[in-house]
Every structure is written in structure tokens, then in C-alpha cells.
């Protein structure tokens, strides 16, 4: 009995930061990561681990249009 109550209220928190992360994801123009997203909704108050985030995108089917940005930073700063 207080399993079911505990699974609702954790659906009902997924279903909230689901919301929530694919509002942000929408704003930054497809450019956030799990990182800045988790940075984001820690300043709004929500503190939530990148695993838990990483999850929810993949199950959206959210990733980033430079997946390589690190890569290219990197390789820049290599070079000067």
C-alpha cells in the first residue's frame, strides 16, 4: 500500500522533471547537455544527479547538436 503511494509520487516527479528539462533543452536551442541542465534546475531548486538526467533524454531521444564541442575546444586550445 505505501509502495503504490511512494511509485505515483515518484511518477508524478518524473513526469514534472520531464516537463522541466525538455523546456530548458528547448530554450537553449538543443545545445544543453545533462550538465547545464542539471546546473539550471539546481539554481531553480531542483537538485537531481546527470545519471537520472541522462536517462530522461535518452528516453526522449534528446541529444545535442554539437555532441563534440569538448573535442573542438580541446583541439583549439591544443593548438595556440
Known amino acids: 500500500m505505501f509502495r503504490r503511494a511512494d511509485r505515483s509520487r515518484y511518477e508524478e516527479e518524473q513526469a514534472q522533471l ?8 528547448d530554450e537553449s536551442q538543443q545545445r544543453f547537455g545533462t550538465e547545464k541542465i542539471r546546473i539550471i534546475l539546481a539554481e531553480n531548486g531542483i537538485h537531481v ?17 554539437r555532441e563534440n564541442a ?3 575546444i580541446f583541439k583549439i586550445g591544443m593548438s595556440s
Not at 18 to 25: A, G, K
Not at 49 to 65: A, F, S, T, Y
Request: glycine share 10%; net charge positive; with cysteine.
Open 49 to 65: 544527479g546527470k545519471k537520472r538526467i541522462r536517462g530522461i533524454m535518452q528516453e526522449l531521444g534528446m541529444e545535442c547538436i
Open 70 to 72: 569538448k573535442a573542438v
Open 18 to 25: 520531464t516537463l522541466q528539462m525538455q523546456q530548458i533543452f
